[in-house]
């Protein structure tokens, strides 16, 4: 069936540091990828989209390109601030129906990032 | 555009009881979905609706089920609640599948 493998977190890093978080997946059809960002006590908000191959979807200085060669959507920041520390998830729908994804998002199991002053 | 909004955010039950959330979707959504967030488990998908059908469900007991109504919002129930279903429940309105869905801020229960 339909999987997403995020990295292990937690990750921490200083401010403007550079973020990459790397997320791979699997499906049976053509998917389309997210990224959620889930602050402490909070719902999931959609941070970034792409429903293609060499999509690159964007938003809030975050950027992640669908990848169908290495099946990736790995996540980038080039310069992460305090603010931006929560648990980031990453998703995929599948329009296909097959691999038992239909009509639900698959989640990674989300990664941890805190950003240090 | 008002967001999707759930109610009650906090529920204290205690074991053997029935507890009842409900899930309003942004205008014009008619896709609800619900998630079920745990520490240990992750995000696990309960079930989603569409123009107050089921389409698909979760790996979940019978205990828990749901429902549409015909203006879209949702509702979710638990019965005869277990100290495991202590978790976040999320619900996510989309205006139908495969579209992002967009999530509430989730009901907190915490069952003792």
């Known amino acids: 069936g339909n999987s997403v493998t995020q990295m292990e977190g937690p990750v921490t890093l200083s401010e403007e540091a550079f973020l990459t978080i790397n997320c791979t997946y699997t499906?049976?059809?053509?998917?389309?990828l997210f990224w959620y960002v889930q602050y402490p006590g909070e719902g999931l908000q959609l941070l970034l989209k792409?429903?293609?191959?060499?999509d690159k979807g964007s938003n809030k200085g975050f950027e992640a390109t669908y990848r169908k060669e290495t099946t990736s959507f790995h996540l980038e920041k080039g310069s992460v601030q305090v603010s931006d520390s929560a648990v980031y998830f990453c998703?995929?729908?599948?329009?296909?129906?097959?691999?038992?994804?239909?009509?639900?998002?698959?989640f990674g199991k989300g990664t941890l990032l805190t950003v240090n002053p | 555009k008002a967001g999707v909004t759930q109610t009650p955010r906090y529920l204290i039950k205690t074991r053997g009881q029935q507890v009842t959330l409900s899930c309003s979707p942004i205008s014009g959504h008619r896709s609800v979905s619900w998630y079920q967030q745990t520490p240990g488990q992750g995000l696990q998908f309960l079930f989603e609706y569409f123009s107050e059908t089921q389409r698909n469900k979760g790996n979940f007991p019978g205990r828990f089920s749901g429902r549409q109504f015909s203006n879209s919002r949702s509702e979710m129930n638990v019965s005869t609640l277990e100290l495991g279903d202590s978790a976040l429940y999320l619900c996510?309105?989309?205006?139908?599948?495969?579209?992002?869905?967009?999530f509430g801020p989730g009901t907190r229960l915490t069952v003792t």
């Open positions: 998703a995929l729908s599948d329009p296909s129906g097959r691999g038992g994804s239909n009509y639900k998002l698959t």
């Open positions: 499906a049976t059809g053509y998917p389309s």
């Open positions: 792409a429903t293609k191959a060499d």
């Open positions: 996510a309105s989309s205006q139908d599948y495969p579209y992002e869905q967009y």
